[in-house]
């Protein structure tokens, strides 16, 4: 039979959104400069988490719109689990919390890490969308399963301190 399960959701959605990314930069490398050489705009800086989110450029604007994605996709995909699984899944507020969290933090992380790895690989003269997606969705399979055990981990201490005896 086949289930949709939260966790394939925390997986796959940041490697869809940091794909994205990252051929967006990728296509703006191809416009502006040849492989091996970044224009003159991103040779300036070395990109950290505030000129990857926060400048006026277009590959920040692009990254803002992904993370603003984030929480209301997910919100659909766990309303969709729960009515594909006949009601029967325990969505708790506290579980939809800490889930979002961790698929925002995932997705900021790898935003950034797309930031920086395609430029690393335009330096080389490597064609990022060949090179950087797969690395980028990967380390977004490794993060994502992570931060979902982190998830479990913490609503089930924060359950199991609130039905001891004596709270």
């Known amino acids: 039979m086949f289930e949709i399960q939260s966790g394939d959701l925390l997986l796959c959605v940041a490697g869809n ?22 224009p ?3 040779r300036q800086h070395w990109p950290n988490p505030c000129t990857s989110f926060f400048s006026s450029g277009i590959n920040s604007k692009s990254a803002r719109v992904l993370f603003l994605l984030v929480v209301p996709g997910h919100l659909v995909f766990l309303y969709t689990i729960h009515l ?3 009601g029967h899944t325990s969505l708790t507020y506290l579980f939809i919390t800490f889930y979002l969290v961790a698929a925002l933090l ?6 950034y890490l797309a930031d920086l790895i395609v ?11 060949n090179f950087s997606i797969p690395y980028l969705t ?3 399979d490794l993060l994502g399963t992570g931060f979902l055990a982190v998830c479990f ?4 201490l924060v359950t199991e301190t609130e039905s001891m005896p004596g709270n």
Do not use: E, N
């Open 153 to 156: 981990r913490l609503v089930w």
């Open 84 to 86: 594909l699984q006949g």
């Open 119 to 129: 430029r690393f690989m335009w330096r080389r003269g490597l064609d990022p969308d």
């Open 17 to 38: 959104l940091v794909a994205i990314q990252a051929s967006r930069i990728s296509t703006f490398l191809h416009f502006w400069s040849m492989p091996g050489v970044l």
């Open 138 to 140: 990967a380390l977004g």
């Open 40 to 42: 003159y705009k991103m």
């Open 106 to 111: 995932q997705v900021c992380i790898l935003l």
